[in-house]
């Protein structure tokens, strides 16, 4: 992908794109990066996920980029002050590993696939559709996506490079 006009979305960040514009974040074990698409405008979106909801939130300063279910309705915010509309809107996720292995079945354990599962609910709550998908297993991505053409480079070092 051209490397022109690079926006980082950084850990438990968000950020939007307008036309031009690749949107990247690294990083991604169990936190998913979940972006947005308006192919009309091409208007794009990117948030990176860490945790699933907010209701474990102890910070002083609450940062809304953090979880699934306070990042996806800020970002679709963000995408319509632009000019986006949530019926145009469509969605491609990546992440949500599970990093490690854990003998014991506890829910707070597999944060990836929680991850994963929040983010499909929020998207659900505003009937907006998943169009890909590259989730779970157990490694690490980078991904890129271009405001232009709406395509999402994933980049792993077991897998190589995916484009959806």
């Not at 979106?45 to 300063?61: F, K, Q, Y």
């Amino acid at each position: 992908m051209i490397q022109d006009n690079v926006i980082k979305v950084g850990m438990a960040d968000l950020n939007v794109a307008h036309t031009t514009g690749v949107l990247k974040t690294t990083g991604l074990g169990s936190c998913v990066g979940l972006t947005l698409y308006d192919p009309q405008y091409k208007i794009a979106g990117m948030a990176h996920v860490m945790l699933p909801t907010s209701d474990i939130a102890r910070e002083e300063n609450f940062n809304i980029a953090k979880y699934a279910d306070t990042a996806i309705p800020e970002l679709i915010d963000r995408m319509t002050k632009l000019g986006a509309s949530v019926h145009r809107i469509k969605a491609k996720m990546a992440g949500g590993a599970q990093m490690f292995a854990f003998t014991s079945g506890q829910d707070t354990m597999r944060i990836g696939p929680r991850n994963v599962e929040s983010c499909k609910q929020m998207l659900q709550n505003y009937k907006i559709p998943i169009i890909g998908e590259d989730t779970g297993a157990n490694y690490g991505r980078t991904i890129e996506f271009s405001a232009e053409t709406g395509i999402l480079l994933i980049r792993s070092i077991q897998h190589g490079v995916k484009e959806m």
